[in-house]
Nanobody, 124 residues
């Protein structure tokens, strides 16, 4: 099992950048990781995922070319670099770990540990 704590959210203007971090305890390097977000009144949605070794990633179409997911297993930390932010990116962002090692899932049920979330707000 993994315990996760997100940080790095905040209020920015459209076009600016943020880097989210997710600090993990437990056997972080054994798990694939993902970032999800949830806007007010909406469900939690997949944003980006990364394999346990960082060699493969996937992104929802809306963030391709703008967001970069990465990890540093030596530091037990997951990152989401968010560039060219848009107002529609406004949401609470969560990191999560998955038991899957051979593929990247975008399904919530495939992730077993979750952080508390960090708020990202992008103004026009």
């Amino acid at each position: 099992q993994v315990q996760l704590v997100e940080s790095g959210g905040g209020l920015v203007q459209a076009g600016e950048s943020l880097r989210l971090s997710c600090a993990a305890s437990g056997r972080f390097s054994r798990y694939a990781m993902g970032w999800f977000h949830q806007a007010p009144g909406k469900g939690r949605e997949f944003v980006a995922g990364i394999t346990w070794d960082g060699r493969n990633t996937r992104y929802v179409d809306a963030v391709k070319g703008r967001f970069t997911i990465s990890r540093d297993n030596a530091k037990n930390t997951l990152y989401l670099q968010m560039d060219s932010l848009k107002p529609e990116d406004t949401a609470i962002y969560y990191c999560a770990s998955s038991r899957l090692m051979n593929r990247l899932s975008d399904v919530l049920a495939d992730f077993h540990s979750w952080g508390q979330g960090t708020q990202v707000t992008v103004s026009s």
